[in-house]
């Protein structure tokens, strides 16, 4: 991601960002330390995880109204989604015994 | 109307994910309730803050809307200033879209430096609506104290110590200060509690003039509680009526939530870091006067609205 | 072209102000009143309320939040203006610099008054200098009429697409905001097509650009966006004398960065700005009947600095004496550092010489102004020591 840096004639002026919502480029996945690890089986897709995650990293299919993961480029693994889970879906784990097993 | 959550899937647009708040971060859970409440097109100002800073941290925008920040004290002078020019381009013809202005401030840009500004903003009647996402302190810089810092809690610049409790006097009551400018709708909410807060949020770009949410977004870092305990803590906030939840609207103050028994102020103080200090010996009458103030408050407010 | 009718009305330098403004009609007025700026808001108000403009007005609460506003304002599109003074301009400051570093082309006069403290509401630069590396154009008026052309002026070096900067247009308090004067005034029409539609770049109204303005910058970008602030300053500078041209056109005054009078056989010359450039004309007419080569120099332009006309200007002069209505304390005054800076390259170099004037509303009396001729004749002045011109010992 460390893009060459550009200098000030070929940057927009006056500090302003013309491509809306670009920060998806940047991914903040490799801040977690503990993942979120989703248990397909009892989820009831209430879809509580996915309104109170604070990094839009609840994945949703729209069309058939289910829950369908985490989005791990953006997880910041803070494991609210656990907490706010009535059915206890998730499990956090250790991203480097993860890494490991 | 209630919102069902299976409904808002894929509203989730406005703050897009790559932002750099902490880890479970109150303040993002705030926008996007609030902006999923409007199908309308959004004009947006932050004040400086933490949502402001790790949001826009340059050449990167989480914003996928209009989006502008100028300065700590002002959003409520910018957003007057947003809307005011909407309508100059609809008296011309320029613009045919329903636009709907929102700002941000935190606690810090609302209650303690920005007050002025939202308060001209509020007395002028322009149709937008203010969130302060309230964390409690100036937590973008370090979790220094701030006029909705709550009693006995421990700041940087009022820290517990030998001779100090922490924050010495109660936090100001900035939703009814907004409430006093009459032709305002006025409303307090909590992250905890989406569905008032969407239904607030709503009525609030509905209202035809100037609105203003108070929500009570937790900052888990400094107020010391576990990443994972957003959630819990804001509702704990609510339950023990620490932060009642209500709207005033033409005058008309309604309480949205009495707790059946409230559960007692303890609770809140034991769950967080930042009150460490009170649960030593000797501080008892400290916790007291707090929960007494709690009680105090919640009364007022059921007076207010059985009158 | 056809000639432009015109109107000649007898205005204070607020009522031109005001009565520019209502030809130009903006979008958005954000504004708060102060003296002396006072009178613009309350003429310009009555014209919104009699329905004469199709202005939006926002009356703020203070003038931090009036150049809020009208950042808001201009960043969503809309064509905006505000005035102020003195304190007002101190309170705004640190919106200032941000209006020119979002390149947000507000055009405000500024109706020049001392800054507290003592509170003091009569002229001097003081307000106006305290803003000078704020990345606004500045331009000074001598007179109502003045203060007339420059408000066109500014809007459209403003708005032009390789500027984008906020103006200030400068008069003084009470001498020229409060003096009525024949103001020469264009038919509403030729301000209108002069001016003509705004066209911002990237103005949050247009949903389907989002873009965000004002994000947090760090030490990877942010010199890289100082750095293309500069070149829309100097492109303004490069702009200046083809729209002041244009206004020429249509009022048939001329606008240079720089105006001279009795000035290229003159052996001494005072360099100044503003009001006091008139009273120093009638001084200089009643010397030169005297057989004195004495001579003017009024600076227009001040932000950005026209720093090769004036040493060209300059250039070998006997004396020069700096008039500055400001102080920096503990250094020499704004106009003439600027000038020293102008001339240090010279080969001729003139003496120049320091002199501060008219701090608080001093009046500057042609007695004053002929003790600074008769002062460089003489050769009484010292060029490392600032003259006080009119204090009491
Ligand atoms: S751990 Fe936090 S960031 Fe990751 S999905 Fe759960 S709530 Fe979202
Ligand atoms: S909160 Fe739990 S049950 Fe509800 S959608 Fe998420 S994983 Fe499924």
Same mark, same amino acid.
């Given at each position: 991601m460390a893009a060459k840096l550009k200098g000030w004639k070929e940057i927009p002026e006056? %500090?302003?960002?013309?491509?809306? %919502?670009?920060?998806?480029?940047?991914?903040? %996945?490799?801040?977690?330390?503990?993942r979120p690890v989703w248990?397909?089986?009892?989820?009831?897709?209430?879809f509580f995880c996915w309104i109170w995650c604070p990094d839009m990293a609840v994945q949703v299919d729209q069309a058939n109204k289910k829950m369908t993961g985490?989005?791990?480029?953006?997880?910041? %693994?803070?494991g609210v989604c656990a907490e706010v889970c009535p059915k206890k879906c998730f499990t956090m784990k250790n991203e480097k015994e993860l890494t490991n097993e | 109307m209630a919102f069902l959550l299976k409904d808002l899937l894929?509203?989730?647009?406005i703050l897009t994910s790559g932002?750099?708040?902490?880890?479970?971060?109150g303040a993002p859970m705030a926008v996007k309730m609030v902006t999923m409440a409007t199908d309308n097109p959004l004009i947006i100002t932050s004040a400086t803050g933490c949502l402001e800073v790790s949001t826009t941290i340059y050449p990167f925008t989480a914003w996928d809307t209009p989006w502008v920040h100028s300065a700590f004290e002002n959003a409520g002078a910018t957003i007057s200033g947003l809307q005011t020019a909407f309508l100059a381009w609809k008296k011309k013809g320029k613009i045919d879209k329903e636009v709907k202005f929102l700002a941000f401030g935190g606690d810090g840009g609302? #209650?303690?430096?920005?007050l002025q500004a939202l308060s001209g903003a509020l007395e002028r009647g322009h149709d937008f609506v203010y969130v302060c996402y309230d964390?409690?302190? #100036?937590?973008?810089?370090? !979790?220094q104290r701030s !006029?909705?810092?709550?009693?006995g809690a421990s700041t940087t610049t009022e820290p517990a110590g030998k001779k100090s409790i922490g924050k010495r006097i109660q936090r100001k009551d900035l939703t009814m200060i907004a409430a006093a400018h009459h032709n305002a709708y006025a409303a307090q909410s909590s992250i905890s509690h989406w569905q008032d807060l969407m239904s607030k949020a709503k009525k609030a770009f509905e209202y035809e003039g100037p609105a203003f949410i108070n929500v009570l977004s937790p900052c888990v870092r400094f107020w010391r509680v576990?990443?994972?305990k957003t959630v819990e803590i804001a509702k704990l906030a609510v339950e023990t009526n620490f932060w009642p939840l209500f709207e005033i609207e033409n005058m008309k103050l309604t309480l949205n939530f009495k707790p059946k028994e409230r559960k007692p102020i303890i609770d809140w103080i034991k769950a967080q870091g930042r009150y460490?200090?009170?649960?030593? !010996?000797?501080?008892e009458p400290v916790i007291d006067e707090i929960q007494k103030e709690v009680d105090a408050y919640f009364d007022y407010l059921v007076r207010l609205s059985s009158i | 072209m056809s000639t432009i009718q015109k109107n000649k009305l007898s205005l204070t330098g607020n009522q031109a102000a005001a009565e520019a403004m209502r030809q130009i009609d903006p979008d958005v007025v954000a504004a708060y009143p102060i003296t002396p700026q006072t009178e613009i808001v309350m003429a310009f108000s009555q014209f919104h309320a009699d329905g004469k403009v199709n202005t939006e007005m926002i009356r703020v609460e203070s003038e931090h939040s009036a150049m809020s506003a009208c950042i808001g304002s201009a960043s969503a599109g809309a064509r905006t203006m505000t005035a102020t003074s003195s304190q007002g301009l101190a309170l705004m400051h640190e919106m200032v610099f941000i209006a020119a570093s979002l390149r947000l082309p507000i055009v405000m006069p500024v109706v020049n008054r001392a800054l507290s403290g003592p509170i003091n509401i009569h002229c001097d630069h003081s307000d106006t200098m305290a803003e000078r590396d704020s990345g606004w154009i500045q331009i000074f008026a001598e007179n109502p009429q003045e203060v007339y052309d420059h408000m066109f002026l500014a809007m459209k070096l403003a708005e032009h697409p390789d500027v984008q900067l906020p103006v200030m247009v400068n008069q003084d308090g009470f001498?020229?905001?409060?003096g009525v004067e024949i103001v020469d005034v264009l038919e509403d029409k030729a301000v209108k097509d002069f001016v003509g539609e705004y066209k911002p770049?990237?103005?949050?109204?247009d949903l389907k650009h989002p873009v965000t303005m004002g994000a947090l910058d760090l030490y990877d970008y942010y010199f890289e966006h100082k750095r293309q602030q500069a070149e829309a300053v100097k492109r303004a500078f490069g702009l200046f004398d083809k729209v002041a041209g244009d206004v020429s056109k249509l009022t048939g005054r001329k606008y240079p960065m720089v105006e001279t009078y009795q $000035? &290229? &056989?003159?052996d001494y010359v005072i360099v100044t700005m503003s009001s006091a450039a008139g009273t120093t004309k009638f001084v200089i007419d009643s010397l030169r009947a005297q057989g004195t080569k004495v001579g003017l120099l009024k600076i227009r332009? $001040?932000?950005? $600095?026209?720093y090769k006309i004036i040493s060209g200007l300059l250039k070998g002069k006997k004396g020069v004496a700096v008039l500055d209505r400001s102080a920096s304390f503990g250094a020499f005054s704004p106009v003439y550092t600027e000038i020293m800076n102008s001339c240090?390259?010279? &080969?001729?170099?003139p003496n120049i010489y320091p002199v501060v004037f008219?701090?608080?509303?001093r009046d500057l009396t042609p007695k004053l102004i002929e003790s600074v001729y008769t002062g460089l004749i003489g050769n009484? $002045?010292?060029? &490392?020591q600032i003259e006080y011109l009119g204090v009491r010992e």
């Open positions: 006056a %500090g302003t960002i013309v491509e809306p %919502g670009n920060a998806r480029n940047y991914k903040t %996945g490799g801040w977690r330390s503990d248990n397909k089986e009892t989820c009831i897709h209430c985490i989005n791990l480029e953006y997880c910041k %693994g803070c | 894929g509203k989730d647009k932002h750099r708040l902490c880890p479970g971060c609302t #209650y303690d430096i920005g964390n409690q302190g #100036y937590m973008n810089t370090g !979790a !006029a909705s810092t709550p009693m576990p990443s994972s460490k200090h009170l649960l030593q !010996a000797g501080n | 001498i020229t905001s409060h770049k990237t103005p949050l109204l $000035f &290229d &056989d003159a332009l $001040f932000r950005p $600095f026209p240090y390259y010279l &080969d001729a170099r008219g701090l608080g509303g009484k $002045f010292k060029t &490392d």
